[in-house]
DNA sequence: ATGTATGGATTACAAATGTAGTATTTTATT
DNA sequence: AATAAAATACTACATTTGTAATCCATACAT
């Protein structure tokens, strides 16, 4: 257990983001997707591929001639992991407080503020039966 | 306005926090401090301490014969300008994507969860008398 | 069969980051 | 004043990241 994935750079976690969406995928597809919201050069995705699977954060399929990536976490581990690593660094670890700061932020919607009132409750809920 | 404050790394977190807990201070205390918590060589400290002078992220008071060094901007501006970019990165954006995740967490107490509450209820009490 | 385009492998190169070391200048001590 | 100790300044060097280009092999079109 424990298996400690690797650091995804910015540029990375884009890519990741388009192989999340829709994988297993060639170069060529993610370098499709890719060049609608970036500018980059098809090379460059290639290289943030091949980096991705070195790091062993996605695979590869050599089976037919074009290979095929896929990713070898879940989006949800990888925000996780992320997400644990940054409230360390920028919250001193207190989960709270940065929850604290991100509501008062404006671009909650109603529902929104509903939805997550309700996952509090049930938290709590859970909690005290427990 | 919109004055983008530049990036600050890991590493350079960790003086900061130190900065925040306590400023002005001289390099030998960011030093000290950091001492108990990392591993760091008294020169790494200073390097790091002169990497934020130069983005201009902290600054230093040469009157004395010693220097001493401050954050020019809040603990809070800085969290803020970082959790922007790590919520676009990591989650695409959308902010409460990252807070259900994050409130799923088991790390909150009874209490916390109170407090966050109020803070929801607090929000959409605004919103709706707006 | 031969050129051409496409994919894959390898290489490039600058900026940022982690992690210091060395050299020089001040300041403090005797 | 001379020397030691401490600060400051400057330099170093490997790794990671952003951003590709070049070179080689192969598949497709003619």
Do not use: H
Not at 17 to 31: C, D, F, H, R
């Amino acid at each position: 257990m424990s298996n400690k994935l690797p650091s995804i750079s910015d540029a990375e976690w884009e890519v990741m983001n388009v192989l999340w969406e829709k994988s297993p995928q060639t170069a060529s597809g993610v370098i499709s997707s890719l060049q609608e919201q970036t500018d980059w050069k098809p090379k460059t995705v290639r290289t943030l591929l091949d980096r991705l699977a070195q790091k062993k954060v996605i695979g590869v399929n050599k089976d037919q001639k074009v290979y095929t990536f896929f990713p070898l976490y879940s989006r949800d581990e990888c925000q996780q992991a992320e997400a644990k690593s940054f409230i360390k660094r920028i919250y001193g670890g207190t989960l709270k407080s940065m929850l604290v700061q991100f509501m008062q932020e404006d671009s909650l919607s109603e529902e929104d503020i509903k939805e997550l009132r309700s996952i509090l409750d049930e938290k709590s809920e859970k909690k005290r039966t427990k």
